[in-house]
């Protein structure tokens, strides 16, 4: 196991390092007292784990400009994306709250399984560790790219298990609306309610292959491992799929296909060109 010193420790912590947090957009110090980072690798600014900042790093480089585009989050435990983004929106799920009407505590009330949103009406929905907790995951999946835009994208993260082959339901909603236990009832933290979420899930490394199939298409895997970013724990891996069709959220351009667009320029040009001068010599002929 890790020797503290030996992964930049100051005793007390196993890691702990210098970097730049994507959470809060400054220099920090990032530092853990367990081996667990998944939970405890913080930045000491401003207490985000490293799921948090990979989310938020994945937004930077996959949708720069993402800050300006309409984005919903289902079930936010974190306001890291909220306090940069101009169109955002958050919703929970209340039993007791109308769907699409606000609670109490000012928050939307939506099932991420049945949303009120109308179709082609967000460009990022962002789900961080929400599909374990959902009975029906297809039916969230199916839900948010019908409300996605062409070319709109679902952001998320979801905890997968070590040396878990396939994928094991844990819990399943009978018609009459009660629950069935497959398996022990294991609760994670919840942002509201009785801070129980029941795990209805446990996800093995057939992950991304449910999630495609689901979608109806291609899953892409960010795995990053870079400590001056703070990015290092285990099931730390941020999904994206983008809904096809379209292209509100604009591709990275390469240098590689710039060249091949001031190619294509130059060649429209050239034939723009002797286009005109045929039509002029034509011109002078008749
Ligand atoms: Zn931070």
């Not at 809904?243 to 667009?261: D, T």
């Amino acid at each position: 196991m890790g020797n503290g010193k030996a992964n930049g420790g100051d005793g007390k912590h196993v890691v702990q390092n210098d970097g730049f947090c994507a959470c809060c957009r400054s220099n920090t110090v990032f530092r853990s007292p367990e081996q667990w980072l998944r939970d405890f690798y913080v930045c000491t600014k401003c207490g985000s784990v490293p799921r948090q900042r990979h989310i938020q790093t994945v937004l930077d480089s996959r949708f720069p400009g993402w800050e300006q585009l309409v984005i919903h989050e289902s079930s936010p435990s974190n306001d890291f994306i909220s306090r940069y983004a101009s169109q955002y929106s958050a919703s929970q799920y209340f039993p007791d709250v109308p769907r699409g009407e606000t609670a109490a505590n000012g928050v939307r009330s939506e099932d991420v399984e049945n949303l009120t949103f109308g179709d082609e009406s967000i460009d990022i929905f962002v789900t961080q560790d929400v599909l374990e907790h959902v009975f029906r995951p297809e039916r969230a999946i199916a839900e948010i790219h019908r409300v996605l835009k062409p070319g709109g994208a679902h952001v998320f993260t979801a905890p997968k298990h070590k040396g878990l082959l396939e994928t094991v339901q844990r819990a399943a909603l009978n018609s009459d609306g009660t629950i069935e236990y497959l398996l022990p009832e294991e609760y994670h933290g919840n942002p509201i309610g009785d801070n129980k979420a029941l795990v209805t899930y446990d996800y093995g490394y057939d992950f991304e292959q449910l999630m495609s199939t689901w979608a109806g298409t291609s899953v892409e895997v960010f795995h990053t491992l870079d400590r001056s970013r703070g990015l290092d724990a285990e099931f730390n891996e941020v999904y994206v799929i983008v809904k096809p069709g379209g292209a509100p959220v604009p591709p990275r351009v390469s240098p590689h296909s710039l060249y091949w667009s001031a190619r294509d320029f130059a060649r429209r040009a050239e034939r723009k060109a002797r286009r005109v001068v045929g039509e002029r010599i034509r011109a002078r002929r008749s």
